[in-house]
C-alpha cells in the first residue's frame, strides 16, 4: 500500500555528519547542547512507493484512481513543473506566455485553462485561486520542488466526495516527504543559459527532524527577445510522530521574473518574423507565493483524525498582449496588465470510523472544509511597454467557502462493496470595491452535490466499477455581481450563475491476474451546464453553453523486476457544445486522443535511463471549426551513471526536434500596418531540442 511519507530514494549515505555540525547550531543550539555522548543518530525507516503498478485491488474505488510515486516522477525527463501532472494517464500540460506563469493543462477533452476544472493540493492545502485576473481555479505549480514529492495521487472525474469547486475533470495532490534519509546538492546546467542548483537536507530538530530546502533556476531560452526567467524556491518542514500522532509544520516560499514570448498569429512567421520571435518585447510578469500550513494526524484505534490548517500571501503582475494594434493603434498597442495581490486561508478537519459489520471492515468519514480568499486588489489596466495609461477594471473580493461531506464504504458481501457521499458546500461572494460602484455586491449560494461508486469483485485479480456524481465550479465573483461593462460602450450586461451544476459518471475495469502487469479501462461521461471557454484575445475564460463529453481511457503498467518499468496510456475523446446549431458545437482546443508512454531502467547503482513519447491529436480550435491545430508528438531521453553518494544525468528533450506547437488559439489580431483586424490561428511554438547534464551528490 502506498504512502506520501518516506523518501522519494532507494540508495542512502549513512554520513551526514559535515552538514549537521554546520546547520544543527545554527537552528538548534540548546538541543545540540543537550544530546547525550551515547544518542544514537536519527534515521529514517525506508519506505518504497512502488505507483502506478502498485496492487490497488480492495483500495480503488474507481478504475481511473491511481498514484505516481516520487521514483517514477524523479525518472522522468521534464522541461517545465507542470510536466509532473503528465503522469496521470491523458493529462496533457504545455505553456504559451513565459516560464514563470501557471502551464496550461488539458484532460478529457477539457481545455482547463490554467486549472478550472481541475483541482489540485499540496498536502491539504489548494493550488488553484478562484477569482483569479488571469483565469478562474488558476494553478500555478512553480512553488513545487520536484525532489521533495514523495507521492502524486490523482482521482479522475466528479464521483469523490471529499474534492469540491473546480474538481469535475478530477484532482490531484502532491504529497510532500516527510524528511530526507539523505542530503541533497544537484546542480544542472543546460542550453539557453538554462542552470538549476538545489540544496536540501533534514536535520534533527528537537524531538522532530527539520527539511530545508533551496532552489534557484534561471533560463533564457531559445527566444529572439531571452525570457531572464529567473526563480527561487525555499522549503522548511518540521516533522514530528510517535506511535499515534504525526505533525508536519511547513513553510514555503517562491519568487519569479521572467520575459515572455507570447503566441504571434501564424501569418507573421516568415513574412514578418522567426519562429522564436516576439512581437512585444515586453510582455511578461512576475509573481510571489508565500505559505505556512499545519498538517496533523492521529491514528488511534480503528478511528484516524486528520486534521490541517494553512495561511498565504500570493501576488502576480502579468503582462500580455495578444491583438497587437486591434484595439489601439501604433505605438500605443493592446498590451494589458492582469495584477492580483491576494491572502488566502482556510483548513479541513476530517474522521475515518473503521468498524466491523457483517463480517466485514466497513468505513465511514465526516469532513468539514473551510477557504477564504481576502483579494486586495485584482486589477485589470491597458498599458503599453508597461507603463499604464488605463484602468479598466479593479476589484477588492472577499470570498469564503464553507464544504460538508461524508463517505460510507460499504462492503456487505466478499465481492460489492458500495461507497455513497454527498458534500454540501456554501459559498459567499463579497465584491466590496469596484471601478463601478454599481458592479459591488455580496450573494451567498449553496449546492450540494451526491456521489456514489460500486465496486465489484474482485474475480481472478479483477475489479468492475461503476460510478456516478453531481459536482460543480464557480465562477468569478466579478461576473456573479456584475450589472455595468467596464468598456462604457458595451452597457448593461447580464450576472453569471455563481455555481454551474456538473454531471459524470464512469465504468471501469482493473486487471492484475497477471503478475507484475496492472491493466485498467474506464468509460466516461461528463456534462456541464455552463462550459468555461478559453477566449484567446482577452486571455481569460469566459461562460459558455452547456456542454458534454465522454471518453475512453486505457492504461497498462509493466514492472517486471525492481529496475524496468514500462507504461503506456491511450485517450480517445468525443467533446461538443450543447447548442441549436449542429455547425456551432466544437470545443476550441478539446483534444480527442492522446498517447503517453514510456520506459525507465536502472537501480540503486550503475547505469539508468527513460525513453518517453507524448502524443496529442489534431483538435478543433472554434466552434464552427474554422481552424484546426495540428498534432503534437515529442520525445524526452535521460541516461545517466550513480555510484554510492553522486550520480550524473543527461536530458535530451524533444529528442527527435520536431518543430510542434505547445498551444494554438483561434481569434483575430491586427498587426502594424494592417488595416483591419485578422482572423487567425495565434500559436506558441515548442522549444527545439536541447541537452541538460545533472550532477547530483547526495550526503
Known amino acids: 500500500m502506498s504512502s506520501g511519507r518516506g523518501s522519494p530514494y532507494d540508495f542512502r549515505m549513512p554520513n551526514r555528519r559535515i552538514v549537521h555540525l554546520i546547520l544543527t547550531p545554527l537552528l538548534f543550539p540548546p538541543v545540540i547542547h543537550a544530546q547525550s555522548a551515547t544518542e544514537q543518530p536519527f534515521e529514517m525507516p525506508e519506505i518504497i512507493i512502488e505507483g502506478k503498478a502498485e496492487s490497488l485491488i480492495g483500495i480503488a474505488t474507481s478504475a481511473s484512481k491511481g498514484q505516481t510515486s516520487a521514483k517514477e516522477l524523479l525518472a ?26 501557471a502551464n496550461q493543462y488539458f484532460l478529457r477533452g477539457t481545455n482547463l485553462d490554467h486549472g478550472t476544472d481541475f483541482l489540485m493540493y499540496v498536502d491539504g492545502m489548494p493550488v488553484n485561486f478562484r477569482n483569479h485576473a488571469h483565469g478562474q481555479g488558476y494553478a500555478d505549480m512553480n512553488f513545487i520542488i520536484p525532489e521533495l514529492v514523495g507521492e502524486l495521487e490523482y482521482w479522475k472525474g466528479n464521483y469523490f466526495a471529499q474534492h469540491g469547486d473546480l474538481s469535475s475533470t478530477g484532482a490531484a495532490r502532491f504529497k510532500l516527504v516527510d524528511s530526507l534519509p539523505q542530503g541533497i546538492l544537484s546542480t544542472t546546467w543546460g542550453e539557453y543559459e538554462y542552470t538549476r542548483t538545489l540544496i536540501a537536507d533534514t536535520i534533527q530538530a528537537g524531538a522532530g527532524q527539520l527539511t530545508v530546502a533551496v532552489e534557484h533556476q534561471y533560463y533564457n531560452g531559445p ?34 521574473d521572467w520575459t515572455s514570448t507570447d503566441q504571434v498569429p501564424q501569418r507573421a512567421i516568415g513574412s514578418m518574423i522567426g519562429r522564436y520571435d516576439s512581437l512585444d518585447a515586453t510582455d511578461g510578469g512576475n509573481s510571489q507565493r508565500y505559505s505556512l500550513a499545519f498538517d496533523w494526524v492521529r491514528e488511534e484505534g480503528r478511528t484516524t483524525t486528520r486534521a490541517n490548517a494553512y495561511v498565504g500571501y500570493y501576488d502576480l503582475d502579468l503582462f500580455s498582449n495578444f491583438t497587437f494594434f486591434m484595439d489601439n493603434p501604433a505605438p500605443v498597442g493592446d498590451q494589458f496588465e492582469q495584477q492580483d495581490q491576494r491572502w488566502f486561508f482556510g483548513g479541513e478537519l476530517a474522521r475515518d470510523w473503521h468498524f466491523e459489520a457483517l463480517g466485514h471492515e466497513q468505513r465511514f468519514t465526516l469532513g468539514v472544509q473551510v477557504r477564504g480568499d481576502y483579494i486586495d486588489g485584482i486589477g485589470l489596466y491597458n498599458t503599453t511597454m ?26 456487505p458481501t466478499d465481492w460489492f462493496r458500495i461507497v455513497p457521499g454527498v458534500r454540501a458546500d456554501l459559498f459567499q461572494f463579497d465584491v466590496q470595491r469596484s471601478t463601478l460602484n454599481e458592479n459591488t455586491g455580496t450573494l451567498s449560494k449553496g449546492i450540494v452535490s451526491p456521489r456514489l461508486a460500486m465496486v465489484f469483485g474482485p474475480w481472478n485479480q479483477t475489479e468492475f466499477y461503476v460510478n456516478a456524481g453531481m459536482g460543480f465550479h464557480s465562477n468569478d465573483a466579478r461576473g456573479v455581481t456584475i450589472v455595468t461593462d467596464p468598456n462604457p460602450a458595451a452597457g448593461p450586461v447580464d450576472p453569471v450563475d455563481p455555481l454551474v451544476r456538473t454531471y459524470g459518471a464512469e465504468f471501469g475495469i482493473r486487471n492484475e491476474s497477471i503478475s507484475k502487469l496492472v491493466n485498467t479501462l474506464s468509460f466516461w461521461l461528463l456534462r456541464s451546464d455552463s462550459e468555461l471557454i478559453y477566449v484567446g484575445d482577452a486571455g481569460t475564460s469566459e461562460p459558455g453553453p452547456a456542454s458534454q463529453r465522454y471518453g475512453l481511457e486505457l492504461s497498462t503498467y509493466w514492472r517486471p523486476n525492481d529496475w524496468t518499468m514500462v507504461d503506456l496510456e491511450a485517450t480517445y475523446t468525443d467533446a461538443h457544445l450543447r447548442t441549436a446549431n449542429p455547425s456551432s458545437q466544437e470545443i476550441p482546443n478539446s483534444i480527442p486522443y492522446t498517447l503517453n508512454g514510456g520506459i525507465s531502467l536502472g537501480g540503486p547503482q550503475g547505469f539508468f535511463g527513460s525513453l518517453r513519447g507524448r502524443y496529442f491529436g489534431p483538435r478543433p480550435l472554434s466552434e464552427d471549426r474554422e481552424a484546426d491545430a495540428r498534432e503534437s508528438f515529442q520525445v524526452n531521453a535521460r541516461i545517466g551513471y550513480r555510484r554510492n553518494n553522486w550520480e550524473v544525468a543527461v536530458d535530451c528533450l524533444n529528442l527527435i526536434n520536431r518543430s510542434d506547437n505547445d498551444i494554438a488559439y483561434f481569434y483575430a489580431s491586427q498587426l502594424r500596418g494592417e488595416a483591419a483586424p485578422v482572423n487567425d490561428v495565434h500559436l506558441h511554438p515548442i522549444e527545439p531540442r536541447m541537452f541538460r547534464i545533472s550532477v547530483t551528490w547526495r550526503f
Open 223 to 256: 527566444w529572439t527577445v531571452n525570457s531572464d526567467a529567473t526563480r527561487w524556491n525555499g522549503f522548511m518542514r518540521w516533522h514530528w510522530e510517535d506511535g499515534m500522532d504525526r505533525i508536519n509544520i511547513t513553510a514555503m516560499g517562491y519568487h519569479g
Open 386 to 411: 508597461r507603463d499604464r495609461w488605463n484602468v479598466v477594471r479593479k476589484d477588492d473580493i472577499f470570498q469564503a467557502t464553507y464544504g460538508l461531506y461524508s463517505e460510507l464504504e460499504f462492503k
Open 76 to 101: 522522468r525527463p521534464f522541461s517545465r513543473r507542470g510536466e509532473l501532472l503528465e503522469s496521470i494517464p491523458g493529462f496533457i500540460a504545455t505553456q504559451h506566455s513565459g516560464d514563470g506563469k
